[in-house]
């Protein structure tokens, strides 16, 4: 089993800038994908990014617009999410997810393991 725990959300302003951080731990040794998702409110979950775990192939979502950028620290078993220019449209629950085999990152069902959520809150 492998454990996602997510930490940085919170109640941001409009125009800031945000880091999220997901930690990982138990047996990553063959983990080959790590994404972070989003939902927003009566919308669907959408993916943001995905990143491969030992390799440096990323995927970001048309719609970040360049505003989002993820990142993989495997010596600390971490994946960041940093948020640039936030807008109100960005709130929402921020989950992170791994996968241990190929496929599809844009998949939800592929991913094995998922975080508990964190909230981001985008005031003007």
């Known amino acids: 089993q492998v454990q996602l725990v997510e930490y940085g959300g919170g109640l941001v302003q409009t125009g800031a800038s945000l880091g999220l951080t997901c930690v990982l731990s138990?047996?990553?040794?063959?983990?080959?994908?790590v994404a972070w998702f989003r939902q927003a409110p009566g919308k669907e979950r959408e993916l943001v990014a995905a990143h491969e775990w030992f390799r440096t192939a990323s995927y970001s979502a048309d719609y970040t617009e360049g505003r989002f950028s993820i990142s993989r620290s495997t010596d600390a078993n971490t994946v960041s999410l940093q948020i640039r220019t936030l807008k109100s449209e960005d709130t929402a629950v921020y989950y992170c997810?791994?996968?241990?085999?190929?496929?599809?990152?844009?998949?939800?069902?592929?991913?094995?393991?998922w975080g508990q959520g964190i909230q981001v809150t985008v005031s003007s």
């Open positions: 138990g047996d990553t040794r063959r983990l080959f994908t």
């Open positions: 997810a791994a996968s241990g085999h190929s496929g599809d990152p844009k998949a939800q069902g592929g991913y094995d393991y």
